[in-house]
């Protein structure tokens, strides 16, 4: 699948052709506000992308914010071991 990354100052957001794949809102502490993934595109491993970016650009292990939704929370179980 064809996608494109989109680097705003705090935001990496990929894209294809026709819709919003997914994005991760993060700072330059490594912490994680927040992440998203298109219902469409979920359980194709386009979040540990996400967090692979965040961990590489700021070099540090990542720290996630309260999730805000129960979704939220299970893909905080899936992932807390992802440092």
């Given amino acids: 699948m064809e996608y494109e990354l989109v680097e705003d100052e705090d935001v990496?957001?990929?894209?294809?052709?026709?819709?919003?794949?997914?994005?991760?809102?993060?700072?330059e502490r490594g912490?994680?506000?927040?992440?998203?993934?298109?219902?469409?595109?979920?359980?194709?491993?386009?979040?540990?992308?996400?967090?692979?970016l965040v961990r590489k650009k700021t070099g540090k292990k990542l720290v996630f914010q309260p999730p805000i939704s129960p979704l939220g929370e299970k893909?905080?179980?899936s992932i807390k071991d992802f440092n």
């Fill in 12 to 27: 990496f957001t990929l894209k294809n052709q026709n819709t919003t794949i997914g994005f991760v809102r993060f700072n």
């Fill in 31 to 52: 912490e994680v506000e927040y992440i998203f993934v298109n219902p469409l595109f979920r359980r194709k491993n386009f979040a540990s992308k996400l967090l692979k």
């Fill in 75 to 77: 893909l905080l179980i």
